[in-house]
């Protein structure tokens, strides 16, 4: 069959276009350079969490590329069950990452250090990972692996002279596969499987458990203590799905299961919707629950009453949703000097905590409250994100 | 496991030409939609994870979320 010169020209561009596309969705293609700068504030709870980091990403030939990155937090103030037993905390904690990435055909080689410091807390952790996409491109299989070793130490000077008493090493081991498979022209479906393996000093040393006694509060408060074995198991079922009028709509859920005792369920909800090519809404919506602990107790009977204890709140039988907002501006769409075009965000986010056999023992007590009748603990969130990014 | 060895042999082979034997069904140049950046699973990398920092820190739960550096959150 003949074709017209016009035809054959429209042919060679849907296919160079269908090329393009092939590129741009498969893992055979490293992403673009990138530069970011970072602002975030978090506050609730009694804290006060200020974060800035920069990250810069890096191409030096088609297959191989780099990607460094800072973070730093800063804490003041303290939760209420670090409040319930110690003074108002500042602290601040440094992270920093490096990462290298190699292709080779459709496999894609990841290699990752992070060094996060504290004054009381240093972990590093090794990172290597391998993608690989398959079956025209249509499904990609991740598996990760990575080892983590922590220092951990408890402040017991000021938080102007610290004095650190280190109180032991913690390690830990992740194993996780990935899948992302095109489903339909519309739709992407997604599963994650983590493994993570904790031995050593687990316990968080600002926590305290209390017990019923003859005090004047009726409780006296006494260090945790954890079991020094952890293994926990997750997984993430997601989808994308496109739809009709430019938009997108992710759902996703979240299994987990440690031997803890530790149930919980994560629900998320997200849609994205772009206008003129040049802003980009995003809003969300994300529930969480989770069981407590196995060794958790509000209130124990009796000092050692059990092999281990915690009152720590994270342990705590509790829910929280979260509502979100993000909203992305494009700018220079036609580049700049070394820049293809740059974005910038906002992004607002506002979390209902709830506990559910966790108790207010800062606010509440005698006489009005018997211990461990005190009302249920509960605080929000407001976590507010800046950032800037430059593509080169 | 000398008995099952043909069996694997036979099951691998299987596999394998069932894996060549797969065609996209969704075909490159039908993939448009899922090339534009509002279909990317993580556009914004230091922004998700320092969320699930801040979630690993408050809640009990762990993982399968794609890294969450390190650090104690234990104020």
């Excluded at chain 2, 699973?41 to 993982?63: C, F, K, M, V």
Aim: charged share 20%; aromatic share 12%; with cysteine.
């Amino acid at each position: 069959m003949s074709m017209t010169p016009a035809y054959r020209h429209l042919t060679r561009l849907a296919a160079l276009t269908a090329l393009l596309l092939v590129r741009a969705t498969s893992a055979d293609v490293l992403p673009d350079d990138r530069a970011d700068l970072f602002y975030s504030k978090y506050s609730g709870g009694g804290l006060d969490i200020t974060s800035a980091s920069v990250l810069v990403r890096k191409k030096f030939t088609e297959n191989f590329a780099v990607e460094a990155n800072y973070f730093v937090d800063k804490v003041s103030g303290a939760s209420v069950d670090v409040l319930s037993n110690a003074s108002v905390i500042k602290d601040e904690r440094k992270q920093k990452s490096g990462t290298i990435e190699y292709m080779h055909d459709k496999t894609t080689y990841s290699l990752s250090y992070i060094n996060s410091t504290e004054r009381d807390y240093i972990s590093n952790t090794t990172h290597a990972s391998l993608s690989q996409a398959m079956f025209g491109d249509l499904t990609t299989l991740t598996l990760g692996w990575g080892r983590t070793r922590d220092a951990v130490g408890e402040n017991n000077g000021t938080a102007d002279k610290p004095i650190i008493a280190w109180l032991g090493h913690a390690e830990s081991q992740s194993y996780n596969v990935g899948l992302s498979q095109i489903l339909t022209k519309n739709l992407i479906g997604g599963v994650t499987l983590e493994v993570i393996t904790d031995d050593g000093y687990l316990a968080n040393p600002y926590r305290s458990v209390r017990y019923t006694d003859e005090s004047a509060k009726g409780y006296s408060l006494a260090s945790q203590v954890y079991p020094d074995t952890r293994t926990s198991t997750a997984i993430q079922t997601q989808a994308k799905y496109y739809l009709p009028w430019r938009a997108a709509v992710t759902g996703s859920y979240r299994y987990y299961h440690d031997t803890w005792n530790i149930t919980g369920d994560t629900y998320e909800l997200d849609y994205t919707h772009p206008l003129a090519n040049i802003w980009i809404l995003e809003g969300r919506l994300r529930y969480y629950k989770q069981g407590h602990a196995s060794f958790y107790s509000d209130l124990l009977p009796f000092a050692g009453s059990q092999n281990f204890y915690a009152r720590d709140q994270d342990l705590a039988s509790a829910e929280n949703t979260t509502i979100g907002a993000k909203v992305t501006y494009a700018f220079l769409p036609d580049g700049w000097k070394m820049f293809k075009r740059g974005t910038a965000t906002l992004d607002i986010s506002r979390i209902n905590f709830h506990y559910l056999d966790f108790t207010d023992i800062k606010d509440y007590g005698l006489p009005k409250y018997q211990p461990g009748a005190e009302p249920l603990y509960h605080f929000h969130a407001t976590v507010l994100q800046i950032y800037m990014s430059m593509f080169f | 496991m000398r008995r099952m060895r043909p069996a694997l042999i036979v099951g691998a082979l299987l596999l394998s030409s069932a894996c060549s034997n797969i065609q996209p069904w969704v075909k490159p140049y039908e993939r448009d939609r899922l090339a534009d950046p509002i279909m990317s699973w993580n556009r914004d990398a230091i922004s998700s994870a320092y969320l699930d920092h801040i979630r690993e820190t408050r809640e009990g739960s762990r993982g399968a979320t794609g890294g969450a550096g390190g650090g104690c959150g234990c104020n």
